[in-house]
């Protein structure tokens, strides 16, 4: 067998299309996969494109030197098992490449086992789904930089391109890799729920049918609101059920899952102390989302609003858009106000106009939006939040009111709108001068002794408030 260029352990859809996308590109690729009934499909799916391996042995066997291996295994457990299979069939300096849904910890962990033991291991972020993954992801690699340039060509050649080249580049050392990803999924979780938001409000405020909504979407997707995400609820909009004859959507059960990378970035948001509050109640909204029968007893106790809408509907849809604009440049910068954080607490020292441009392609936030943040970060590559760049100010404070407005009217219907509140919210509690901090840093002195700095002198304090 001769020695092939990469190696591909996992070859469910995510595992068979990257290696497809490999050899489309002139790569030599060799597979494995513990499940053998799935080796010996993909076998006969690829035949003349991969070579399946049979064991673990044969499969490291079948690579040149030094190794270049790609898991595409679940997160956690499966990973540490499958580089225990391999460490006893490795030698010095070759690559083993985690392409899944890591923690960024686990992958500084694997990083510091392997690498005492001279191999080198790679945290990589992929995204794109099942499409990206055959035609062209955008790939998220952190590591030990030697080993991402002898990965480079491979790996630029797979990535999505977009006018302003491949989407890939190194990114950092140790999780730096799977902790970029882990926000891009955070921003992902704020953008989706922040369209239900709108085709929510537009359902329950303004009585607009499913094909109505679509026609809406599909309008703003036609200029600077232009996104993947928006694109596929377009589709899934307009599809109807063939046996019913009724919008599919709307005969899907309401209530939704997740797989962690979301729920990981709400959590070391908060350790970092960096706000995310729209990314962080997209979680919410998804966990609330699965207490279905819960729901639909307590929508028969507790009492809402029912109002009927009366007002223009041309101009409260304008509103929506303003709203639904601000509502998704709030989830990127609360993203990236995450990631400079990271990068300042882990040293992974990210560039972020480079992590906007390879979101640009091949990933699900891709968006025309991307353009001008990666040029205010380009401009300013200290920006503290995105928020404070020339253009994101002038459309916030130009069309703020349009999220007020709607933020207003959808508490006047009882309709739950927690990303268009929660960056109002963080916009308003952003821009004060003061805060009711000072109260409640009082009321911690009081009770537990946690003292204090004042405004109109130096030192900390601490006060008996109540003699």
């Known amino acids: 067998m001769s020695a092939h260029h990469l190696g591909i ?30 080796s010996k499909q993909v076998a006969a799916e690829t035949a003349g494109k991969l070579t399946v391996t049979n064991s673990i042995q044969e499969f ?29 069939y490795l030698t010095p300096d070759d690559i083993v490449i985690d392409g899944g849904n890591s923690y960024f910890k686990d992958t500084e962990r694997r990083a510091k086992e392997l690498e005492a033991g001279g191999l080198r291991f790679f945290g990589m972020g992929v995204s794109g789904g099942e499409e990206g993954a055959l035609h062209g992801p955008s790939l998220m690699p952190g590591g030990h930089e030697p080993s991402y340039r002898h990965l480079e060509p491979l790996l630029t050649k797979m990535a999505a391109k977009t006018s302003d080249g491949p989407c890939c580049t190194y990114l950092g050392p140790g999780g730096a890799g799977h902790y970029v990803k882990m926000v891009h999924n955070g921003i992902e979780y704020g953008i989706m729920q922040t369209i239900c938001e709108a085709y929510d409000i537009f359902k329950n405020v ?13 309008g703003w ?11 596929i609820s377009i589709v899934v909009l307009g599809k109807i059920d063939p046996e019913t004859g009724k919008p599919l959507v709307d005969l899907v059960l309401d209530t939704a899952e997740q797989k962690g990378t979301g729920k990981w970035t709400a959590q070391d948001a908060l350790d970092l102390g960096v706000p995310v509050p729209t990314l962080t109640t997209a979680v919410i909204a998804r966990i609330l989302s699965g207490a279905k029968q819960e729901r639909v007893a307590a929508s028969e106790i507790l009492r809402g609003r029912t109002k009927k809408f009366t007002s223009d509907k041309g101009r409260f849809i304008s509103r929506v858009r303003q709203a639904f604009t601000i509502a998704v440049v709030g ?21 972020f106009d480079e992590v906007a ?20 970060f380009h401009k300013e590559p200290g920006l503290r939040n995105l928020m404070l760049a020339p253009y994101f100010r002038k459309l916030i404070n130009r069309t703020g009111s349009g999220l007020r407005e709607v933020v207003k009217k959808a508490i006047d219907f009882g309709t739950p709108c927690p990303a268009f509140s929660n960056t109002l919210a963080y916009i308003d509690s952003y821009r004060q001068k003061r805060l009711p901090a000072n109260l409640l840093q009082a009321q911690r002195d009081y009770f537990g002794a946690h003292t204090y700095r004042r405004i109109d002198k130096e030192g900390v304090f601490h006060t008996e408030w109540d003699k």
């Open 9 to 38: 352990i996992g070859l469910g859809v995510m595992g068979k299309n990257l290696a497809l996308n490999a050899a489309s590109q002139g790569f030599t690729v060799a597979g494995f996969d513990a499940d053998q009934e799935k």
């Open 60 to 88: 490291v066997d079948a690579l040149e030197t030094p190794r270049r291996i790609w898991m595409m295994v679940p997160a956690g457990k499966p990973v540490d098992a499958v580089i225990q299979d391999l460490k006893p």
């Open 206 to 218: 303004l009585g607009l049918s499913e094909l109505e909504i679509r026609d809406v979407f599909a």
């Open 221 to 231: 997707n036609r200029d600077d609101l232009n996104s993947f995400l928006l694109e």
């Open 331 to 351: 989830c990127y910068a609360q993203g990236f106000a995450q990631l400079r954080a990271a990068s300042e607490e882990h040293k992974y020292n990210l560039k």
């Open 357 to 376: 441009r390879i979101w640009k392609g091949g990933c699900i936030i891709r968006a025309k939006l991307l353009d001008p943040i990666r040029a205010a």
